[in-house]
């Protein structure tokens, strides 16, 4: 066994033994509360997305939708030109393309998703536009383009010059590594229960920045980067995505909610499920997953420490530091 091998089944087995269990007994005690665990609710990967669940709280709590709600908290990062990882503002490929991927989930089970998609701001509109007004869940490249410009979408240019910079940085070495919470994996997951209990999800992100052309990741892959199901509940995910789709994480999250989990420990299976499959890639690459159920509970879990997410729940918008399996 190498020593980067066993370093991480070391960490990982020590982990288990040590900090997650007992951060189960405690978040369980926290999250299980019934008087606390009320709807409606959002959840959305990454702390700094206050303002996406603040927006889907503004639909939520006037009675509205968990769809609408979702897709208005996924907007919120992909017209900010500040967030490098969802819509403008987003680091590009190796050739300085923004080119972004979506997908979004309803209550009845339906889904509709955007691949590979250039110069349209809102690609979590134009999958609700795929999932609503074609008979097909996925439209990826040029297609999804001229069915976006179809709907009215406006071409926009969304390499900012600040990305811009950054791309030219990157090409004096030309060295793609991902690297935990430094690349500022802010890719959005967001769901929500709304006051009748209907579950909806959403996911949107530029994905790996600088990744080779054409390279799509988990988040617009239903049952990767995101998954629904109405009777049970929802999950999604942020990091690097290759590992999440060799696992279809947010579908194994659901499962393992539908077979009696709480939410905190489905993600923590699934976390588990990805380091033990792929030890040595999770030694470098961090992924986090949100999860919410049918009764309200919550729970986050990540493979490294520095994951947070953030939930609207009773009125009051939180951030919380994700629990992890490995430490520092
Ligand atoms: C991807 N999962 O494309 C996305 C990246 C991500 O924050 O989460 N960035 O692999």
């Given at each position: 066994?190498?020593?980067?091998?066993?370093?991480?089944?070391?960490?990982?087995?020590?982990?288990?033994?040590?900090?997650?269990?007992?951060?189960?007994?405690?978040?369980?005690?926290?999250?299980?509360?019934?008087?606390?665990?009320?709807?409606?609710?959002?959840?959305?990967?990454?702390?700094?997305?206050?303002?996406?669940?603040?927006?889907?709280?503004?639909?939520?709590?006037?009675?509205?939708?968990?769809?609408?709600?979702?897709?208005?908290?996924?907007?919120?990062?992909?017209?900010?030109?500040?967030?490098?990882?969802?819509?403008?503002?987003?680091?590009?490929?190796?050739?300085?393309?923004?080119?972004?991927?979506?997908?979004?989930?309803?209550?009845?089970?339906?889904?509709?998703?955007?691949?590979?998609?250039?110069?349209?701001?809102?690609?979590?509109?134009?999958?609700?536009?795929?999932?609503?007004?074609?008979?097909?869940?996925?439209?990826?490249g040029e297609g999804a383009y001229h069915f976006a410009i179809s709907e009215g979408f406006?071409?926009?240019?969304?390499?900012?010059?600040?990305?811009?910079?950054?791309?030219?940085?990157?090409?004096?070495?030309?060295?793609?590594?991902?690297?935990?919470?430094?690349?500022?994996?802010?890719?959005?997951?967001?769901?929500?229960?709304?006051?009748?209990?209907?579950?909806?999800?959403?996911?949107?992100?530029?994905?790996?920045?600088?990744?080779?052309?054409?390279?799509?990741?988990d988040s617009p892959i239903i049952g990767a980067g995101m998954f629904v199901d109405n009777?049970?509940?929802?999950?999604?995910?942020?990091?690097?995505?290759?590992?999440?789709?060799?696992?279809?994480?947010?579908?194994?999250?659901?499962?393992?909610?539908?077979?009696?989990?709480?939410?905190?420990?489905?993600?923590?299976?699934?976390?588990?499920?990805?380091?033990?499959?792929?030890?040595?890639?999770?030694?470098?690459?961090?992924?986090?997953?949100?999860?919410?159920?049918?009764?309200?509970?919550?729970?986050?879990?990540?493979?490294?420490?520095?994951?947070?997410?953030?939930?609207?729940?009773?009125?009051?918008?939180?951030?919380?530091?994700?629990?992890?399996?490995?430490?520092?």
């Open positions: 066994m190498n020593s980067r091998r066993s370093f991480i089944e070391k960490t990982f087995w020590g982990g288990l033994a040590a900090g997650t269990l007992d951060f189960w007994e405690k978040t369980a005690a926290v999250f299980d509360n019934p008087e606390k665990n009320t709807f409606p609710l959002a959840i959305a990967t990454w702390g700094p997305n206050v303002k996406a669940t603040a927006a889907a709280w503004e639909v939520l709590s006037k009675g509205g939708r968990a769809l609408d709600a979702v897709e208005a908290g996924a907007r919120i990062p992909e017209a900010d030109p500040k967030d490098t990882s969802v819509g403008y503002g987003g680091y590009p490929d190796r050739e300085g393309n923004v080119t972004l991927d979506a997908c979004i989930m309803d209550e009845f089970g339906m889904a509709g998703s955007v691949s590979f998609i250039q110069n349209i701001m809102h690609p979590i509109s134009v999958a609700r536009r795929v999932m609503e007004k074609t008979p097909h869940v996925m439209l990826a406006p071409h926009e240019n969304l390499l900012t010059p600040e990305a811009k910079k950054a791309w030219e940085q990157w090409l004096v070495r030309s060295e793609y590594k991902p690297i935990i919470n430094v690349e500022r994996h802010d890719t959005i997951g967001i769901l929500a229960i709304d006051q009748l209990d209907r579950i909806a999800g959403a996911c949107t992100t530029s994905g790996a920045a600088f990744k080779m052309q054409g390279r799509v990741g009777e049970v509940g929802g999950a999604a995910s942020t990091g690097l995505g290759e590992i999440v789709l060799r696992t279809l994480g947010s579908f194994l999250v659901v499962e393992e909610m539908r077979r009696g989990a709480h939410p905190q420990k489905a993600a923590e299976t699934a976390v588990k499920r990805i380091v033990r499959k792929y030890p040595k890639q999770c030694e470098v690459a961090q992924v986090g997953f949100i999860a919410i159920d049918k009764k309200g509970r919550h729970g986050g879990f990540a493979i490294h420490p520095g994951f947070n997410y953030v939930v609207y729940q009773r009125g009051e918008n939180k951030v919380f530091e994700s629990a992890s399996l490995l430490s520092k």
